[in-house]
Nanobody, 121 residues
Framework: QVQLAESGGGLVQAGGSLRLSCVVT????????MAWFRQAPGKDSEFVAA????????YYADSVKGRFIISRDNAKNTVYLQMNSLKPEDTANYYC??????????????WGQGTQVTVSS
């Protein structure tokens, strides 16, 4: 069983930055691929970024490439999403996910509860 807890969302002006965190709790340690997805009101969920267990492979959606950076600290059981140059269209509920595939294949194995990011223009 895996539990994911996101934090770090909030309200930011366009052009600003936020860093999301996801703390991973596992009853049985396993080397999951970690990812971030997002869902805006009235829209389908969208893949954002993924990172393998070792941290040396990452994968990004074209819409965030060059602006967002995914990273992980396995010693702290935490995954991060550094979001820079934020745009109003980045406004969404951001979800942390754990999966065995890289990039993740929906439905993923585990989801967090989400953290809201709102970017004002």
């Amino acid at each position: 069983q895996v539990q994911l807890a996101e934090s770090g969302g909030g309200l930011v002006q366009a052009g600003g930055s936020l860093r999301l965190s996801c703390v991973v709790t596992q009853s049985t340690p396993s080397r999951y691929v970690m990812a971030w997805f997002r869902q805006a009101p009235g829209k389908d969920s969208e893949f954002v970024a993924a990172i393998v267990w070792t941290g040396d492979r990452t994968y990004y959606a074209d819409s965030v490439k060059g602006r967002f950076i995914i990273s992980r600290d396995n010693a702290k059981n935490t995954v991060y999403l550094q979001m820079n140059s934020l745009k109003p269209e980045d406004t969404a509920n951001y979800y942390c996910a754990a999966d065995r595939s890289f990039p993740p294949i929906r439905p993923v194995d585990y989801w967090g509860q989400g953290t809201q990011v709102t970017v004002s223009s």
